[in-house]
């Protein structure tokens, strides 16, 4: 049975939403949990959330804890104990088979990067996040936070990443990738972009072009590629975007008899829309280039966020997700 | 009277959408509109709409023009006789007060930038685009997509020019400024930005420090500084989110009967959300840093859409944005 490590005391909601989630996902997925973190504390949890002994949940304890702003190089340093490193170490001890946080990114980016290492021919990590588009299609974007500065040999290797991880566990069988920029002509872009794209050409099996960002969700691309500031940046200001349209849903219903009425009947089609494009179905994204399955949940989490991030985990793991970038970088 | 050049044959629409914008413009502001390109269809397209001839809206005469997708330096070195050029000059020998096209940005800006000059201390022009925010709130964000690659010292310029019409086009008393990055904290960021931090907290007044994309609507800060690449790919990608959010909307139309009578319910709400937020309204762009005004339509700019950016022009025009920033950047 596959095996996930949970950071019980990572995200904002922890350790309700993470042990809910937990339990949740062991009823879901052939998945056994091991949640790592102070064990009095995680044990308090449980029995106050009323949570039985399960026998696919099990507490290894980690008494230190990384705290949301923590900087990520000195906690590594400092906290070998932490339920993040002790976490990590059972995945490259062969203990475990995937991580799922949803505690500090950077830490767990940096922790993960030192404890289980980069796949030979990654030179930088990426974290690669599916998006839904137009007709049902997914498309997975990266680098989405890991590596802010980038050169276009990384790109290229993002690339590589990002077909595996489409093609193994999202399931799209020949990924057409496409490179972020601000124009569809070769010459469009900033200098790295422009330097990326001859080396795409020569290199990138199925290579689309440059893509723009408002054709994204216009399933033209499977993969697109950028650097983890861009990607990073992009991923705030779309949730921005959401949030003040949803910020103006509910002052309709302050101000207006008609528009309340009206939300009322869309109901249905509202709850269909979040569950398509909410980020609690999506659940968590990889960290992909690291050797082991790493899942970085949002630290807004929900339990229903925790439980798909394992699935994630799950499925990146049983489809064989790292041995199939390795293999892929080494050609 | 303020005088106000058209690019009459710019745009996915044009000439019939620049030309019922000026009309519509001349009717609602105080300016005289010069429509340039060339005369017979200019005329042409005046019959076809049956437009009468109007005491504020002439015609000069320009003999090529630039298409959308034409290299902007080609252009501008091959084609002297452009509506974008002719109308430039206009600017430049004082005939006229501000330049508006719905036209190949990117020849206009390397026209620009050629024909009226950057303003003394400005290395780099920028283009300017206002949000609406929470609160009936505005934020100036620059730059979106004029200099793709920068330097600390022109996200310092980029700063200033964006106070300058924060305060003198927008009316914010005291703008705040901000620097996008993907962390609130100094450390976080590309070099780029790690670079600029220290430079803006030296230099720039009212420095609200690091603003994530997803706080831009929040109402925290007035204008928002990044580089024209990742500006770019922010409003496209936004662009891409609303296009999606609107797409669910109207395939609910196709197979939910409550979800279409919410929808009716809705309909006033969903206008004045399209007013208050779609880019018809805002009209277009100032490109900031050049000696002139000049507004960048978007190239599928409707009527409205062109008769708000020659509001814009004229805004821009009599509260002296130019000298405004030409005195900012001295000190």
Redesign the interface.
């Known amino acids: 049975m596959i095996t996930i490590v949970l950071d019980a005391m990572g995200g904002d909601f922890a350790p309700r939403e993470t042990l809910l989630g937990a339990y949740a996902a062991v009823e879901a997925y052939p998945v056994k949990v091991l949640l790592v973190g102070p064990e009095a504390d995680v044990k308090a949890a449980q029995r106050a959330l009323k949570l039985p002994d399960h026998p696919h949940i099990h507490i290894v304890h980690a008494d230190e804890l990384v705290g949301m ?1 923590e900087s990520p190089t000195q906690s590594f340093r400092k906290k070998k104990n932490s339920s993040i490193q002790v976490g990590l170490r059972l995945i490259s001890e062969k203990k475990a088979d995937a991580f799922v946080s949803a505690g500090n990114t950077g830490a767990v980016m940096t922790a993960a990067t030192f404890v289980l290492g980069r796949l030979p021919g990654i030179d930088r990590p990426a974290i690669a996040t599916v998006f839904s ?2 007709e049902h299609s997914k498309v997975v974007m990266l680098d989405m ?1 890991a590596s ?2 980038c050169r276009p040999a990384h790109l290229l290797q993002f690339a590589e990443m990002g077909r595996c991880y489409a093609q193994s566990v999202v399931g799209i069988d020949a990924p057409r990738i496409g490179l ?1 920029s ?1 124009g569809e ?1 070769p010459e469009k ?3 790295l ?1 422009q330097d990326t794209f001859p080396l795409f050409q020569e290199k990138v099996a199925n290579f689309y072009g440059n893509i ?7 399933n033209k691309c499977d993969v697109v590629v ?5 990607g ?14 949803m ?2 849903f509910k002052g ?1 219903r302050k101000t ?1 008899i ?2 309340t ?9 509202l709850k269909k ?1 979040k569950k398509e ?1 909410d980020f609690e179905e999506t659940g968590g994204a990889p960290l992909l280039g690291v050797d082991g399955v790493v899942i970085i949940a949002h630290g807004r989490s929900s339990q229903k966020s925790i439980k798909h991030a394992i699935r994630n985990a799950y499925q990146a793991v049983s489809h064989g997700m790292v041995d199939a970038i390795a293999d892929a970088v080494k050609e």
């Open positions: 702003s588009g137009r936070g802010a500065d972020l601000i002509e872009g900033n200098q972009i723009e960002g408002k054709e994204i969700f216009l950028c650097d983890g500031f861009v990073n940046s992009l991923l705030k200001f779309g949730e921005g975007v959401v949030a003040l349209f910020d103006y309709i207006s008609l528009g009425i009206g939300l009322l009947f869309l109901m249905g089609s829309f494009y």
